[in-house]
T-cell receptor, first 112, second 114 residues
Framework: SQQGEEDPQALSIQEGENATMNCSYK?????LQWYRQNSGRGLVHLILIRSNEREKHSGRLRVTLDTSKKSSSLLITASRAADTASYFCATDSSGSARQLTFGSGTQLTVLP | DAMVIQNPRYQVTQFGKPVTLSCSQTLNHNVMYWYQQKSSQAPKLLFH???????NEADTPDNFQSRRPNTSFCFLDIRSPGLGDAAMYLC?????????????FGPGTRLTVL
């Protein structure tokens, strides 16, 4: 079953602006991951944040995690047209079962 | 480069005609997954293999079967495709040596059912 909900469902911004996507989930987690999917392609892992971490950075990406609110956000700074894609959060609460549960995704469009 | 490969990238089949999708990996990961993804939706896990141990999701239709003859290859068989089975099928892998269950995806196979 789908655990995560993401908002907004769609986001359109100008190149150079920042993009923020949010993810909420329902059960306790080991970690939360963000993936990117270009149209018609597979998913690519972007960044992972563990349940005992609150913030993580990777290049232009910043992820926050609030386990008390069961929510996470992904910030992409100084966006580029090439950032246009769908972004999915995925939660790992499986322990040994090694399964991820994906959110509903945010479609980001960056206009040149 | 180590990777996950899916063949074919596009598959067209007729209603009720069996079809097999294939996935191979050079990552030597012991866990392999099959997901179904419909337009503008999240990937939905169909089943996964932990080595040779097969794990079926409770709501995966019986119409979907899988085989994993060795570490590198995994197949998805759709015995009698219906129009509702038209979707992108994604294969992914992960390694138990990783503490964090990061998954590596193939490019997907787009299935069309006529």
């Amino acid at each position: 079953s789908q655990q995560g909900e993401e908002d907004p469902q769609a986001l359109s911004i100008q190149e150079g602006e920042n993009a923020t996507m949010n993810c909420s989930y329902k059960t306790s987690i080991n970690n939360l991951q963000w993936y990117r999917q270009n149209s018609g392609r597979g998913l690519v892992h972007l960044i992972l944040i563990r349940s005992n971490e609150r913030e993580k950075h990777s290049g232009r990406l910043r992820v926050t995690l609030d386990t008390s609110k069961k929510s996470s956000s992904l910030l992409i700074t100084a966006s580029r047209a090439a950032d246009t894609a769908s972004y999915f959060c995925a939660t790992d609460s499986s322990g040994s079962a090694r399964q991820l549960t994906f959110g509903s995704g945010t479609q980001l469009t960056v206009l040149p | 480069d180590a990777m996950v490969i899916q063949n074919p990238r596009y598959q067209v089949t007729q209603f009720g005609k069996p079809v097999t999708l294939s996935c191979s990996q050079t990552l030597n990961h012991n866990v392999m997954y099959w997901y179904q993804q419909k337009s503008s939706q999240a990937p939905k896990l169909l089943f996964h293999y932990y080595d040779k141990d097969f794990n079926n999701e409770a709501d995966t239709p019986d119409n979907f079967q899988s085989r994993r003859p060795n570490t590198s290859f995994c197949f998805l068989d759709i015995r009698s495709p219906g129009l509702g089975d038209a979707a992108m099928y994604l294969c992914a892998t992960s390694s138990v040596k990783s503490s964090y269950n990061e998954q590596f995806f193939g490019p997907g196979t787009r299935l069309t059912v006529l």
